[in-house]
């Protein structure tokens, strides 16, 4: 599967992660000079002791709580999650604002709303962003969304869905990218939903949060395999 070349959306942007879709195997990484952080979770294991999870661009490794790894990645290892207080801590990543790209590879059957990456500050108007599956009281159950807010008085998250659900328990790569006031969100390759928001992403002085939210506690975490 291709959806032709994203990386010149991804190039543009500040990005967790970067790179095109390949039809052969999946998803390649490129090496980029707006390239924030990449976590890849081959560790061998995790052992709650702070930078074990290390970032490919050397910055910003993180602490992991509780999770560990296992041998059933996508590519190698992957970060497994049980839904209960594990996940794994960055930093507060200096320049991850306005126009910016997520993507992860992940694996869950659970239709619960559940965070994949979050940096955001409570209370509101709650700066900063959120990509996750959605909530059923939001008619997102299983499917992928994303929020965003900035500073401006007034504003607070707005969750905007995406059209497939991902929720099988197979692996789908997943991907948002914010260009402007476009956010795009992409299911394994292909675009999965497009929208013009008011809200952008602002700039949170929270730490980044993989597997968490990092304001609710256990409400939203993640229940399955991350990589």
Known sequence: VTIGNIENNLAT????????????YGYDYVSNESLLG???????????????????????????NNANTSSEGIFYRTGNFSGIDQYVNTTD???????????????TNSSSEQEIVANFEQPSPFVGFAFNIGSA?????????????????????????????VTDGQWHHVAVTM????????????????????????????????????????ARDFNGSID
Do not use: C, H, M
């Open 13 to 24: 942007n500040n990005s967790l992660r970067l790179g095109y879709w390949n039809g052969s």
């Open 38 to 64: 990449w976590w890849n979770f081959d560790e061998t294991s995790w052992n709650q002791v702070s930078g074990e999870v290390k970032d490919n661009t050397g910055r910003y490794n993180g602490t992991a």
């Open 93 to 107: 990543i200096v320049g991850l604002y306005g126009n910016i790209t997520v993507s992860a590879w992940i694996k």
């Open 137 to 165: 009281s939001a008619g997102q159950v299983g499917k992928l969304s994303f929020y965003a807010s900035t500073v401006s008085a007034g504003e607070s998250f707005r969750p905007t869905s995406g059209g497939t659900t």
């Open 179 to 218: 260009n402007g006031a476009t956010q795009t969100i992409y299911r394994d390759g292909v675009v999965d939903t497009t929208y013009t928001r008011t809200q952008l992403v602002g700039d949170s002085s929270n730490l980044v949060r993989i597997g968490a939210d990092n304001n609710a506690g256990t």
